[in-house]
């Protein structure tokens, strides 16, 4: 079946740091792929996703770059503030499947 | 308003009682979903509704119960609520499709609703 594994953290940064949070994936034919960003007190929120392969998705200074040969989908950003500090999910849909399936969140805190 | 609203948002019960999460959406969306978050598990689909005569049992349905009472409104029951029910639970919406830019892909999530049973 379908799976997400991204990097546990938590993930502790200063500002302007650079920002990566792992993710692959396992998944059959060519799923979809979605990073999911939930700030505390709140719901889960679309951030950014791509569709197939070689794409890249961008919002909000982050950015990740769907890479069949390696079936990742790493999340970065060049430098990050402290309102980026949340949990941050890796999700993927597959085919015709009615469901996402979502990894287990990364917590970054940034610091000023 | 929210386009996704949960009540109660945080609610303390005991042992062997009943409980009901309520959810409702402004979107028109016909999909909705129930799912639990955990610490370190990350987010587990318990119900989903691909429209009012439709319920489906995700991974997780054991010791819950839906009710898909209009295209707004989908709330979910723990018949007798146990202590390894806590959790934070969250109602989403979505449209449909199965391409990969369609409206399903995209899930508006409710604030969450914190359960805590003693």
């Known amino acids: 079946g379908n799976s997400v594994t991204q990097m546990e953290g938590p993930v502790t940064l200063s500002e302007e740091a650079f920002l990566t949070i792992n993710c692959t994936y396992t998944?059959?034919?060519?799923?979809?792929l979605f990073w999911y960003v939930q700030y505390p007190g709140e719901g889960l929120q679309l951030l950014l996703k791509a569709t197939k392969a070689d794409d890249k998705g961008s919002n909000k200074g982050f950015e990740a770059t769907y890479r069949k040969e390696t079936t990742s989908f790493h999340l970065e950003k060049g430098s990050v503030q402290v309102s980026d500090s949340a949990v941050y999910f890796c999700?993927?849909?597959?085919?015709?499947?009615?469901?996402?399936?979502f990894g287990k969140g990364t917590l970054l805190t940034v610091n000023p | 308003d929210a386009d996704v609203t949960q009540t109660p948002r945080n609610r303390i019960t005991k042992t062997g009682k009943r409980i009901m999460l309520e959810c409702s959406q402004t979107k028109g969306h016909d999909r909705m979903y129930w799912y639990r978050q955990d610490p370190g598990l990350g987010l587990r689909l318990i119900y989903y509704s691909f429209d009012v005569k439709d319920i489906n049992k995700g991974e997780i349905s054991d010791g819950y119960s839906v009710s898909r009472q209009a295209q707004a409104k989908f709330s979910l029951s723990l018949e007798s609520a146990i202590p390894n029910q806590t959790a934070l639970y969250f109602c989403?919406?979505?449209?449909?499709?199965?391409?990969?830019?369609?409206?399903?892909?995209?899930?508006?999530f409710g604030a969450g609703s914190r359960l805590t049973v003693l």
């Open positions: 998944a059959t034919g060519y799923p979809s």
């Open positions: 999700a993927l849909r597959g085919g015709s499947n009615y469901k996402l399936t």
């Open positions: 989403a919406t979505s449209g449909a499709g199965t391409g990969g830019d369609s409206g399903a892909n995209v899930l508006t």
